[in-house]
C-alpha cells in the first residue's frame, strides 16, 4: 500500500509540475492507477479553478476538515446554490493550498485556523 501511495505522489507531482503529460505520454496512462491519479489531478485542478471564479462572488466559503491523513474540503456559494465537498490526500492538499485563488479565499474566512498548509 505504501508503494502505490508513493508512486502516486509521484505521478501526481509530475502531472503538477508538467514534467507528465496525457496528451503527450499517452502510452503510459493504460495502467489503471496511473488513470485514477491523472483523474485526480483533474479533480484538484478543477477546484482552483472553481475557487478563481467563485472567489468574487460574496459569501463564498471554503473550508477544511482533516480527517486522519485525508482532508475534507467543502467549497460553498450560496448566492448560486452551488456547493462542492473533496476529500483530498496529503499531497493533493499541499498542492492545493499554495494557489492564490486558495489562499484568497482562506484570508476572507473568519475560521482561519482551520487552514494549516
Sequence with gaps: MTDFQNNSRKLFRALTTRVVSRNKDFSRFSDSWVR??????????SLVREAGRLGGVPDTNCWILRQGDAVRFHLTCPPLLYSRIVTLQPHEWEWLIQHPEIQVLFKSQPHQALCEG
Design 36 to 45: 485514477t491519479v491523472h483523474r485526480r489531478f483533474q479533480v484538484v485542478s
